[in-house]
């Protein structure tokens, strides 16, 4: 069961899909951060099947400053069509302060929907990743992060969540497809480096023979094993990391 709010965020009214018991104070929130082709059926499904084993998820539209814009053709995008062009655009405004700003005004919404001593999870997918690994930053309320395909968790340059990973307690769980031009091995060992230098409780898992994308049931990427395989994983790091935690 799915229903819909707005909350305000820095550049306007973000809509956010909730799954789950949404009155119940005492469950844990998971915040899912989504993919680049925005919330949609193929998303709504991987938030109810979490929210099945007892959290409340909630799946903010990260371009909500763009709208009414029209979605991303999974065909379009992976073909070069005009649709790569508009997710430039979409993109180009999420720099790392906007990241910030967006996650913070989502973690102050969620303190207000839980009782004391009740923990966050955020996991993320493609774009959302960094989202995630943000949130674990900005509260030590997120007792869990988990990122799956993602991109831009280590650039070489400029400002970064794995800069400020010291003093972070929560677990993190990095699921990177085997083949994804868009997560390289360098790139991976600076958040590996960063991860360790900070003696953060971590994973970095490798799902070799799958693409970046590989989670989502409506892109052409989609792997089923590699899906089953990613939704175990991330159902065993909740149940630890939330039930540890609390």
């Known amino acids: 069961m799915r229903a819909d709010v707005e909350v305000e965020f820095s550049r306007g009214a973000c809509p956010i899909h909730v799954f789950g018991d949404q009155n119940d104070r005492d469950l844990p929130i998971v915040l899912m951060f989504m993919d680049a082709f925005g919330p949609r059926n193929a998303l709504f499904s991987v938030a109810e099947s979490v929210a099945a084993q007892g959290y409340r998820v909630l799946l903010p539209d990260l371009f909500y400053e763009h709208r009414p814009y029209r979605s991303l053709d999974p065909q379009s995008l992976f073909s070069g069509g005009e649709d ?130 590989f989670v989502m049931a409506d892109l052409p990427v989609y792997n089923v094993e590699g899906a089953a395989r990613h939704l175990l994983r991330l159902n065993e790091l909740l149940r630890f990391g939330l039930l540890h935690s609390s």
Not at 122 to 141: D, F, P, Q
Not at 152 to 161: F, H, Q, W, Y
Request: net charge negative; glycine share 12%.
């Open 84 to 213: 790569r062009q508009r997710l430039g655009i979409l993109l180009g405004t999420l720099t790392q302060q906007a990241v910030d700003e967006d996650v913070a005004a989502l973690l102050a919404y969620c303190q207000g929907q839980l009782d004391d001593g009740v923990p966050l999870a955020a996991i993320g997918y493609c774009m959302g990743g960094r989202y995630a690994l943000t949130a674990a930053t900005l509260s030590a309320n997120v007792a869990v992060v988990a990122s799956f395909h993602a991109s831009t968790l280590a650039p070489e340059e400029g400002d970064s969540p794995h800069r400020r990973l010291a003093g972070v307690k929560a677990r993190i769980y990095i699921g990177v497809a085997g083949i994804d031009p868009s997560f390289g091995a360098e790139e991976e060992g600076r958040l590996a480096k960063a991860l360790r230098e900070a003696g953060t409780d971590h994973i970095i898992e490798t799902y070799a023979g799958v693409a970046h994308g």
